[in-house]
Nanobody, 120 residues
Framework: QVQLVESGGGLVQPGGSLRLSCAAS????????MNWYRQAPGNERELVAQ????????EYADSVKGRFTISRDNGKKMVYLQMNSLKPEDTAVYLC?????????????WGQGTQVTVSA
């Protein structure tokens, strides 16, 4: 099992930056694909950024490409989301997700989320 705790959210003005952190505990962290999702009120949960197990492969939603960067430190069991040039439409609860598949079973673990509000 993996336990995830996000931090780093807050209120920021448009054009500003925030860095979200996700601390993981448990075993085999490096086996998990790590994702950042977000969910705004009335909207479906959206995959924002994904990091492969070694961190070399990353994927981003079109809406955040060029502005957000996902990174991970397997030794520290940490995942980060650097968010630059923030826009009001980035306002949402951001959730950290750990995903893997083993012996035909999918495992998904979630943090509690951290609120990001972009407003003047």
């Amino acid at each position: 099992q993996v336990q995830l705790v996000e931090s780093g959210g807050g209120l920021v003005q448009p054009g500003g930056s925030l860095r979200l952190s996700c601390a993981a505990s448990g075993s085999s962290f490096s086996m998990y694909v790590m994702n950042w999702y977000r969910q705004a009120p009335g909207n479906e949960r959206e995959l924002v950024a994904q990091s492969g197990t070694a961190g070399g492969i990353t994927e981003y939603a079109d809406s955040v490409k060029g502005r957000f960067t996902i990174s991970r430190d397997n030794g520290k069991k940490m995942v980060y989301l650097q968010m630059n040039s923030l826009k009001p439409e980035d306002t949402a609860v951001y959730l950290c997700n750990a995903h893997t598949r083993a012996w035909g079973t999918i495992y998904d673990y979630w943090g509690q989320g951290t609120q990001v509000t972009v407003s003047a």
